[in-house]
């Protein structure tokens, strides 16, 4: 089903659930995002080794977290309480989250800030994710924002502070472990994430 939407009106996540086509789009602030139809072979790579070693550190422990990865919605209500359909104006698709407080899952996904929200940087989202996604994510209360990079095989780490924002992120390149705030005890090499 073909349907014609206009870029520069603001939606709600209601109307985000009326529309039935295949193309996937997020919602920032109530105005559409398209996304990329698939990721890269790369990129698919990336995402499945950190879903499975948060996946497995999470069994292991028998953690209360979960783990999800796209698509899977996040609705990100604006203010707290505001969480009727017609009153969420921010609906993102992240890579990968972990979500630790149950309440926040329904079947639609996530009402709520995830713990921790990864990133997999591609040329055409570098701008998005660095940018809005990441003010969104600082506003929302999002604790831990990974953005992995590819290309330069290096993961920014943000964490959020008392204040509210992130502090200066941490850059992560070579061969080099780091530790994820989320899941307390795991440690995770940036040579495994990037190995070909």
Same mark, same amino acid.
């Given at each position: 089903?073909?349907?014609?939407?206009?870029?520069?009106?603001?939606y709600?996540y209601a109307?985000?659930? $009326?529309?039935?086509d295949?193309?996937?789009?997020?919602?920032?602030?109530g105005?559409?995002?398209l996304?990329?139809?698939?990721?890269?072979?790369?990129h698919?790579?990336?995402?499945?080794?950190?879903?499975?070693s948060f996946?497995?550190?999470?069994?292991? #422990?028998r953690?209360?977290?979960? &783990?999800f990865?796209?698509? =899977?919605? &996040?609705?990100?209500?604006?203010?707290?309480?505001?969480v009727?359909?017609?009153? @969420?104006? $921010?609906v993102?698709?992240?890579d990968?989250?972990?979500v630790?407080?149950?309440?926040?899952?329904?079947?639609r996904?996530?009402?709520?800030?995830?713990?921790? @929200?990864?990133?997999?940087?591609s040329?055409s989202?570098l701008?998005y994710?660095?940018?809005e996604?990441?003010? =969104?994510?600082?506003?929302?209360?999002?604790?831990?924002?990974?953005v992995?990079?590819?290309?330069?095989?290096? &993961?920014?780490v =943000?964490?959020l502070?008392? #204040?509210?924002?992130?502090?200066r992120?941490?850059?992560?390149e070579?061969? $080099?472990?780091i530790?994820?705030?989320?899941?307390?005890?795991?440690t995770l #090499?940036?040579g495994?994430? =990037? #190995?070909?």
């Amino acid at each position: 089903m073909d349907i014609t939407l206009d870029a520069k009106k603001r939606y709600t996540y209601a109307d985000y659930l $009326t529309w039935m086509d295949n193309q996937a789009r997020e919602l920032l602030d109530g105005f559409i995002r398209l996304m990329s139809p698939a990721p890269t072979l790369t990129h698919a790579k990336i995402s499945g080794r950190l879903f499975l070693s948060f996946g497995k550190y999470i069994e292991n #422990n028998r953690g209360k977290c979960q &783990v999800f990865t796209a698509p =899977f919605d &996040v609705r990100l209500p604006k203010k707290p309480g505001e969480v009727a359909d017609d009153k @969420i104006y $921010t609906v993102v698709q992240p890579d990968i989250c972990i979500v630790c407080d149950e309440s926040k899952l329904d079947e639609r996904g996530c009402l709520g800030a995830p713990d921790m @929200i990864v990133e997999i940087l591609s040329l055409s989202s570098l701008r998005y994710d660095l940018n809005e996604k990441f003010n =969104f994510y600082e506003a929302s209360g999002v604790r831990e924002y990974w953005v992995v990079m590819p290309k330069d095989k290096g &993961v920014s780490v =943000f964490l959020l502070q008392d #204040n509210g924002q992130y502090a200066r992120g941490i850059v992560y390149e070579g061969e $080099t472990d780091i530790p994820v705030k989320t899941l307390p005890g795991l440690t995770l #090499n940036t040579g495994t994430i =990037f #190995n070909d």
